[in-house]
């Protein structure tokens, strides 16, 4: 989908007019309706008003264009209700929001994050656990959370 197809699909969900969506993120009704026409988009913090005002990340206001995945635990972000939220309400879209929840990372180690994983994820190949510590410490340290450490 379009960024001008998911502005009106969104604008339509809320029963808004263009007028009203227009007030609610501070521009023209001229500006909606440009959105909507794909003759313009919207610019950086408009997006980041949208993404506030109508409980969306910012990444789904632009169609997806990336997969995100969790920087600290490495699970695909493939749904807004997903995503890890700052305390100001706004989507951190590097995170899940079992990993980072009200501005704090949960795991304050990667060996903690691991232990987690070994007591909670399936074990279809019966690995033992030295063998599945090893996988999680290799591919936890891919990730941006883990380099930084």
């Not at 969306?56 to 997903?82: A, H, K």
Request: hydrophobic share 30%; net charge negative.
């Amino acid at each position: 989908m379009e960024i001008k197809d998911i502005l009106k699909d969104l604008r339509e969900k809320q029963g808004l007019t263009q007028e009203q969506m227009a007030e609610r993120v501070m521009v023209t009704r001229q500006a909606v309706s440009r959105w909507e026409t794909g003759e313009t988009q919207p610019n950086t913090d408009t997006l980041k008003l949208l993404s506030r005002e109508f409980d969306v990340s910012i990444n789904t206001l632009l169609g997806s264009p990336r997969q995100l995945i969790c920087q600290c635990c490495g699970m695909p972000l493939s749904e807004d209700s997903v995503i890890s939220k700052e305390t100001d309400g706004s989507y951190n879209e590097d995170y899940c929001k079992w990993c980072y929840a009200d501005g704090k990372f949960v795991y304050q180690s990667k060996e903690s994050l691991i232990d987690f994983l070994v007591s909670h994820m399936p074990n279809p190949d019966q690995l033992e656990e030295k063998e599945r510590r090893a996988q999680f410490e290799s591919g936890l340290s891919q990730l941006k959370h883990w380099k930084t450490f």
